[in-house]
């Protein structure tokens, strides 16, 4: 069973950076594509970028894109996020997941493993 777990969130100044991390604890799975989503209290959770497990294409959110990178160590079957100049509007939960789908179908309800989730805050 494949088991998807988050670690790296926290609080962060904005301008500031931060890392999170998603590790399938469970067993040995090949997906298509490993991605984050993220949501804010009160709103829909949302798309943040995706990665294809095997290519490493990828795809991001035009709210994020150019300040997040998104990457994969396939051999730790562990994906990351890279958040860079952090502004108080990307404060949610993150949440990992991971899918059959392509990059560009990837979406919150097609996704066949979530993580728990990890807070990232950024306070002005």
């Known amino acids: 069973q494949v088991q998807l777990a988050e670690s790296g969130g926290g609080s962060v100044q904005a301008g500031g950076s931060l890392r999170v991390s998603c590790v399938n604890s469970g067993r040995t799975f090949s997906w298509n594509t490993m991605g984050w989503f993220r949501q804010a209290p009160g709103k829909e959770r949302e798309f943040v970028a995706v990665i294809s497990w095997t290519t490493g294409s990828t795809v991001y959110a035009d709210s994020v894109q150019g300040r997040f990178i998104i990457s994969r160590d396939k051999a730790k079957n562990t994906g990351y996020l890279q958040m860079n100049s952090l502004k108080p509007e990307d404060t949610a939960v993150y949440y990992c997941?991971?899918?059959?789908?392509?990059?560009?179908?990837?979406?919150?309800?097609?996704?066949?493993?979530w993580g728990q989730g990890t807070q990232v805050t950024v306070y002005s």
């Open positions: 997941a991971a899918s059959y789908s392509s990059r560009y179908s990837f979406k919150a309800n097609n996704v066949d493993y």
